[in-house]
């Protein structure tokens, strides 16, 4: 198998006042995975995925991403282009007047021309059935518009990782299967946060379990992972 994407090593981590939430997390995302990120509430999923994205920095242990040790906050940056967060409240991540705009905040902010920018909104609005959305005043979405946008916002970045926190909430039964058969044709590397097992059944090639501040790995693999 090719070299992982992200590797975690040892991570330990508490907020700050409060109890040990990762009490030694070793992980590696290999490309084309799809791992199915699951615990109970309160487990440190949301944790660890803004751990990876380095919205929070471990006490202890090290962040491999993109084959570099990243450890200070500029070692992030790179990072939070090529492993995309998708939080669990979109209301965290939009924040423009219309979808278009939204979706062209992310690269015109990298620097992109304004018609690169425009190729990117068009095929990613396309990508994920959202065109009719374009133009649509974003804070007047649904709960569910709200959450395909946040995924798009995250897709126009053109990310190699995508870490996806509870995706399926607010959706309805013929999104989440829209979002099933998206997910599992795009050639990226994600981890995928949910409690819904259905769903994770069918995205997942793998499963691992957070519990008591640790790791573990369900003892069968799902699916075949998607060979790139
Ligand atoms: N900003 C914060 N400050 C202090 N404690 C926090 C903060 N965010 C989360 N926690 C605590 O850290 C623990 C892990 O929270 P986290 O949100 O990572 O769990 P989770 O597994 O994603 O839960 P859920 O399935 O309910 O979304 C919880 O006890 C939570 O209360």
Request: glycine share 8%; charged share 25%; proline share 4%.
């Amino acid at each position: 198998m090719s070299l992982p994407l992200i590797t975690l090593r040892d991570l330990h981590f508490s907020y700050a006042g409060g109890l040990e939430v990762l009490k030694g997390v070793s992980f590696d995302l290999h490309p084309g995975e799809r791992v199915a990120l699951t615990g109970s509430n309160g487990a440190g999923k949301s944790t660890l995925l803004r751990l990876i994205n380095g919205l929070e920095k471990p006490d202890q242990g090290q962040i491999e991403a993109f084959g570099s040790l990243r450890q200070q906050e500029k070692d992030f940056r790179e990072v939070r282009v090529r492993a995309g967060l998708v939080f669990q409240d979109p209301d965290d991540q939009l924040f423009c007047p219309t979808v278009a705009e939204d979706l062209a905040f992310g690269p015109l902010n990298l620097g992109k021309s304004h018609q690169e920018v425009m190729d990117i909104v068009g095929r990613t609005l396309s990508l994920l059935h959202l065109e009719d959305l374009a133009h649509r005043i974003t804070h007047k979405l649904s709960g569910g518009q709200k959450r395909l946008v946040a995924l798009a916002t995250v897709m126009a970045l053109e990310p190699d990782v995508l870490l996806l926190d509870e995706p399926t909430n607010d959706l309805d039964r013929e999104t989440k299967q829209r979002l099933i058969a998206i997910l599992t044709e795009l050639p990226l590397a994600m981890v995928i946060v949910s409690h819904n097992h259905h769903f994770l059944n069918r995205v997942a090639t793998r499963q691992v379990e957070l519990s008591e501040g640790r790791l573990f790995e369900a003892a069968e693999e799902k699916a075949t992972v998607l060979e790139i």
